[in-house]
């Protein structure tokens, strides 16, 4: 996927300054930067979701996983599944409910499941619709350190059955370093840093990648 001079301005406010950007197939794209650095104007972007100058070229249907899990709070748990499924692909559900860890709440409501199970549904979720690119703006963010870490070794455990091509928004450095082959930064709409990270997701969640520091520095420069 190719993102040529994108420049996307709500009224007199510059989101995104003239974006260039390669995103290598099959690889997870980290994308940090401050709040209003144009993170999630660029996953809308790339979605369609917006008006912009510029062209994006090499984007196939995409599923989106959001921060919060939006779920349909009138459907069930398979409900909500089947809501982005032709009829034909519901036979996939059972099996990803197993891989999440929510067999048997196939029924249950939204309101009857943790925060956790919520998210591991809206990951399902993400997964089952049919997809070439994901789109992931900070799913992890409001969780508790156990919980992202093992929501995070799910989400690498999916992504591993056919290693579609993922961008991921975050804020947290530690999560890009973990999860992502790279990093683009963002600043005021610009890309100032694009940083590889070596090996493979999901890298060992307690230790500290020495690219950790790489982005620290870089944030902290802006």
């Given at each position: 996927m190719t993102l040529n001079?994108?420049?996307?301005?709500?009224?007199?406010?510059?989101?995104?300054?003239?974006?260039?950007?390669?995103?290598?197939?099959?690889?997870?794209t980290a994308v940090l930067g401050e709040s209003g650095a144009g993170k999630t104007t660029l996953l809308n972007v790339i979605a369609g979701n917006l008006p912009f100058e510029g062209t994006v070229e090499g984007v196939g249907k995409v599923s989106y996983l959001f921060q919060s899990p939006k779920l349909l709070p009138?459907?069930?748990?398979?409900g909500n599944l089947k809501f982005v499924l032709e009829k034909e692909n519901y036979k996939n559900i059972a099996l990803?409910?197993?891989?999440?860890?929510?067999?048997?709440?196939?029924?249950?409501?939204?309101?009857?499941?943790s925060g956790g199970e919520r998210q591991r549904v809206a990951i399902a979720r993400a997964f089952l619709f049919p997809h070439e690119i994901l789109l992931?703006?900070?799913?992890?963010?409001?969780?508790?350190?156990?919980?992202?870490?093992?929501?995070?070794?799910?989400?690498?455990?999916?992504?591993?059955?056919?290693?579609?091509?993922?961008?991921?928004?975050?804020h947290d450095v530690h999560e890009?370093?973990?999860?992502?082959?790279?990093?683009?930064?963002?600043?005021?709409?610009k890309v100032?840093?694009?940083?590889?990270?070596?090996?493979e997701p999901l890298r060992d969640f307690f230790s500290r990648p020495a690219e950790e520091n790489t982005l620290v520095h870089a944030l902290m420069r802006e």
């Open positions: 001079h994108i420049t996307k301005k709500y009224g007199e406010t510059t989101a995104l300054d003239d974006v260039s950007l390669d995103i290598e197939e099959g690889k997870i009138n459907l069930t748990v398979e990803m409910l197993r891989k999440v860890g929510l067999e048997g709440k196939e029924n249950s409501y939204p309101k009857q499941l992931m703006d900070e799913p992890f963010s409001s969780l508790d350190l156990s919980l992202k870490k093992s929501l995070l070794a799910l989400t690498v455990e999916l992504w591993r059955e056919r290693k579609e091509t993922v961008v991921f928004v975050t890009a370093a973990v999860l992502a082959h790279r990093a683009v930064l963002l600043h005021r709409g100032t840093d694009d940083i590889p990270i070596a090996g």
